[in-house]
């Protein structure tokens, strides 16, 4: 093996061993080597890109419910998954983008397209969503697929042999989950989509929140859809697999969310 070869595989190595081997809050074996700060950081970066580059919803009632929305969610996941690290507070944007989407960042940052407003019928139908782009983020799915897509890169970033603009902003974007522009949502795995959906209904039973209302919002998304590529040409789930996924989750969460108080957005 050529020289040059050998150290960025001896650090993977080391990485691996020290950071890297985990287990996701569902259990699955992971392998994520960026360190959180760092993630962060990233997630932070990312944010403010859209912020500043994209426009932001003023409309009063979007912006409370959102964030009445969120406040819960956030204090659900936390209650969903007390050893998980959290950040000490959450920013949340509504944009003004006509898509039926939403993210959620490394670090506490959760971005809504007011589109989403148009498919998600009520707080609880929202909860659905945020619930689960939370719960990517609790996952570290951006860390896992970061360290996939990039490999060595990713690692050499990490014991800082390359500087972080050789990454490329774009490739940044998109471990993340986003694109460089707010109105394209990038997806995740399909083992990722499927772990959030089961994280994601236990957050929003948790935080009050209906858990039958996850299927409603699906239902809302299949119906108002220009129609979706065949499953096995997408990493995203097709609609009708995911309804399924989340039906057979409904009985452990809604015992959940007979427990708790429910919310009031």
């Keep these: ?11 993977l190595g080391l990485l691996a061993m020290l950071a890297g081997c985990g287990e996701t809050p569902t259990g699955r074996s992971q392998l994520a080597l960026v360190p959180g700060p760092l993630m962060a950081d990233m997630g932070e970066d990312a944010f403010n890109q859209l912020r500043n580059s994209q426009p932001i919803s003023h409309d009063a009632h979007a912006n409370r419910l959102v964030q009445c929305v969120a406040e819960r969610v956030v ?11 959290f950040p000490e507070r959450w920013e949340v944007v509504v944009f003004e983008d006509p898509s039926p989407n939403a993210f959620a960042l490394p670090g506490g940052r959760i971005g809504v397209h007011s589109g989403l407003l148009q498919v998600a019928e009520t707080p609880a139908q929202l909860a659905a969503v945020m619930g689960h782009e939370v719960a990517h983020v609790l996952a570290d799915h951006g860390n896992e697929r970061l360290t996939q897509q990039l490999g060595i890169k990713a690692v050499l970033l990490v014991v800082g042999l390359l500087g972080e603009g050789e990454f490329g902003n774009q490739q940044l974007m998109q471990a993340l989950g986003i694109g460089a522009q707010v109105g394209i949502s990038l997806p995740f795995s399909r083992t990722h989509e ?9 957050i929003m039973a948790r935080a009050g929140f209906d858990p039958q209302q996850s299927v409603a919002l699906w239902q809302n998304m299949a119906a108002t859809s220009d129609g ?3 499953e096995f040409l997408s990493t ?3 609609h009708e697999s995911r309804i399924r996924s989340l039906q057979q989750g409904l009985e452990a969460a809604t015992a959940t969310y007979r427990t708790v108080t429910p919310a009031n957005c």
């Design 75 to 85: 204090a659900g996941a936390e209650a969903s998954y007390p050893a998980l690290a």
């Design 236 to 238: 995203h789930p097709a």
């Design 228 to 230: 979706q590529p065949p």
């Design 194 to 202: 499927e772990e959030a959906d089961i994280m994601g209904l236990e």
């Design 1 to 11: 093996m050529h020289r040059r070869c050998v150290l960025p595989l001896f650090f």
